[in-house]
């Protein structure tokens, strides 16, 4: 089965994503920041991580790097983005920022399985 983190402060946002995912066969865990999620990370493989961006204490960038540079989650662990501020020069940001591509809000079926597709997993 496979494995993703949805990390986000917003409940309803969380419980949503969780939601759908389970729904298309994913076990998933639930993280309500940054530190927690970087604590799950640091024993546990996913291969896909949905982050809010706009977070209290650490942002959604700081852990994406954070991700990234201490190798967390997983060799080929895709982490996507999950925010309402999806501008072409924001995602272009958080792209090179290190996340592999961005799903905006509000969150819908059709959009995160586009998402899916996109990256592979469908």
Excluded at 57 to 68: L, P
Aim: proline share 2%; aromatic share 4%.
């Amino acid at each position: 089965m496979k494995k993703a983190l949805v990390v986000d402060d917003n409940d309803v946002n969380r419980i949503l994503a969780t939601r759908l995912l389970s729904k298309g066969g994913w076990d998933v865990a639930e993280a309500d920041c940054g530190d927690a999620a970087l604590t799950y990370l640091a024993g546990n493989a996913v291969e896909l991580i949905l982050l809010d961006v706009s977070m209290p204490g650490m942002s959604g960038q700081e852990v994406c790097r954070r991700i990234r540079d201490e190798k967390l989650g997983g060799e080929a662990v895709k982490v996507v983005a999950y925010t309402a501020h999806a501008m072409p020069e924001e995602v272009a940001e958080l792209r090179r920022g290190g996340f592999d591509t961005v799903l905006s809000k509000p969150m819908s079926r059709d959009r995160l399985t586009a998402t899916l597709v996109e990256l592979g997993f469908v």
